[in-house]
């Protein structure tokens, strides 16, 4: 018999088919079919290089098996199996997977460092539907609307791209993603891989009970998919995966606080959360409180009709950086001079953080935190943890 071994596995209902560990593996163990992002137990030699990569952790999954699931079984997984209950009558064996246990968990700490570590979905959140549409089976969906977000006079080309999906099913919920195949192949001749985009409107459609979905998207230097979508006309057909996400999500309290921080593009989840909130909620809800960082007030996106959110509802912190005659500030500055209100927020057991942006802002935001955590005599990384456990605390940063 073979000795039980520690399996590298990912967790298919919370992968959002970003492909980032897959293009990361130095040996080449990560692969993927229409359906999955699998680890080749052949090839996994534990390096950990995937881990602070990917955006959501379901990359960190771990299994001690009698027998390694093949790349095929990881392809025809619709959910995790459960660990197998294991009788160590092999006392060999067992030392051997607790001296593995403490090598990973060692590496794993280290490669945590840095990286979102495991994310929860809120306890009330809603059951989101996963992976419908896959590569090999996309949705067409139509661009019904593309517009430009920023002033044409900004640096910055951000648009709101409306997609309309007809009698498709696209059960969405905000905080999801969705991919976008751009058509054409890559050098090797391989099609394109789908590109990742948080969905900028609620579940009930941008128009309300219309099956469409919206996006933010800004166009990149050089950027296959960003340029592909923002040239493209209304009526065009584009080809769609997901959705994807199961752990950035709304919590469905109503007295539950939003504490939003964000950068950029980083706003299209906050912005579905947002507009949520104004068609279910009444004047008794928990609030929200935004901190938006953007160069300048004409490249923000969403600028105007967030002045127009009734601050019943949501606080917003509109934080630029190159704005003229002011000083350059990031989120993370104006987190500190709101530092006594944010004190109360860590302290509301019902505040979720939302953090989405330039990777960036996380350690700038870590160490605002850090400061006034220890103003209120606790351990900033003590509380984050203790509320990413309990599924309020939830980053997403590329
Ligand atoms: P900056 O003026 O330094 O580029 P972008 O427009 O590139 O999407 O960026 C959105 C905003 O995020 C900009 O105001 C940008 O400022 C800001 N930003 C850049 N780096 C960081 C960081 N490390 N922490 C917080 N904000 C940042």
């Given amino acids: 018999m073979n000795k039980p071994l520690k399996q590298h596995l990912i967790d298919p209902e919370v992968c959002i088919r970003c492909y980032t560990c897959e293009m990361t593996c130095p040996e080449e163990a990560i692969l993927h079919d229409d359906n999955n992002v699998v680890v080749d137990a052949d090839k996994c030699n534990f390096c950990m290089d995937c881990i602070p990569v990917c955006p959501t952790g379901s990359i960190d999954e771990w299994r001690v098996v009698q027998d390694a699931y093949s790349v095929d079984d990881q392809f025809g997984f619709m959910e995790l199996p459960e660990q197998q209950e294991f009788s160590q009558t092999n006392t060999e064996a067992a030392t051997g997977i607790e001296a593995l246990d403490d090598a990973i968990a060692q590496l794993l700490a280290e490669a945590h460092q840095g990286a979102g570590g495991k994310a929860k979905a809120p306890a009330t959140a809603s059951k989101p539907t996963v992976n419908m549409y896959t590569l090999g089976k996309p949705a067409t969906a139509k661009i019904q609307g593309n517009y430009r977000l920023t002033e044409n006079a900004s640096d910055t080309d951000v648009r709101h791209i409306i997609l309309d999906f007809g009698d498709l099913k696209m059960p969405v919920l905000e905080g999801q993603s969705v991919g976008i195949i751009p058509p054409g192949k890559d050098e090797k001749g391989n ?177 605002a935190m850090t400061q006034i955590a220890q103003s209120l005599g606790t351990e900033w990384v003590t509380l984050r943890d203790e509320m990413r456990e309990d599924g309020r605390y939830h980053v997403e940063t590329y």
């Fill in 191 to 367: 099609p394109h891989l789908p590109r990742l985009y948080s969905i900028s409107s609620p579940r009930d459609g941008e128009r309300a009970q219309y099956n469409n979905v919206s996006l933010t998207i800004k166009r990149e230097e050089n950027g296959l998919c960003s340029n592909y979508i923002c040239d493209l006309e209304k009526g065009a057909e584009v080809q769609i995966t997901g959705p994807f996400g199961a752990t950035f999500l709304m919590p469905e309290d109503p007295q539950a606080h939003l504490l939003m921080i964000c950068t950029g593009t980083g706003s299209a989840p906050m912005r579905g959360f947002t507009m949520r909130r104004q068609r279910t909620t009444g004047a008794d809800n928990g609030g929200m409180t935004m901190f938006f960082g953007a160069r300048n007030a004409q490249s923000l996106p969403y600028h105007g009709p967030l002045k127009k959110v009734p601050a019943s509802l949501l606080k917003t912190h509109l934080v630029y950086s190159r704005a003229e005659g002011h000083e350059k500030e990031y989120v993370q500055d104006r987190i500190m001079a709101e530092q006594d209100s944010v004190a109360k927020l860590l302290q509301n057991p019902k505040t979720h953080i939302y953090i989405c942006g330039l990777r960036g802002m996380e350690d700038g935001v870590d160490k």
